[in-house]
């Protein structure tokens, strides 16, 4: 399994970014996804997580309302559209397959990662 984590960039404080993760395999669709950020200095967290079907979502506090994670089995892709964005947004951005079991919000769920791409927020 590859994934492959794109659509970061630059963006001034209150605007967008959608982040879009690619997978590879013909499993995707059985598994549950999730965002994980870290900013410079600071341990990996989680951000948000979707269920197989995308049927369910979850989100950390922080971002609930301002960020949305969807995605398109038929793409293998997982996406998260980002509003809103303030400069403590600022990270790394994963995209982490689920593995079976355990807790959507604890990393050591997650049993494949991507590279990471890059949000930074200016003030």
């Known amino acids: 399994v590859q994934l492959q984590a794109f659509g970061g960039g630059l963006v001034q404080a209150g605007g967008s970014l959608r982040l879009s993760c690619a997978a590879s395999?013909?499993?995707?669709?059985?598994?549950?996804m999730g965002w994980y950020r870290q900013a410079p200095g600071r341990d990996r967290r989680f951000v948000a997580a979707?269920?197989?079907?995308?049927?369910?979502?979850y989100y950390t506090d922080s971002v609930k309302g301002l960020f949305t994670i969807s995605r398109d089995n038929a793409k293998n892709r997982v996406y998260l559209q980002m509003n809103s964005l303030k400069p403590e947004d600022t990270a790394v951005y994963y995209c982490?397959?689920?593995?079976?079991?355990?807790?959507?919000?604890?990393?050591?769920?997650?049993?494949?990662w991507g590279q990471g791409t890059l949000v930074t927020v200016s003030s």
């Open positions: 982490a397959r689920k593995g079976q079991g355990g807790s959507y919000y604890s990393l050591s769920s997650y049993d494949y």
């Open positions: 395999g013909r499993t995707f669709s059985m598994y549950d």
């Open positions: 979707i269920s197989s079907s995308g049927l369910n979502t």
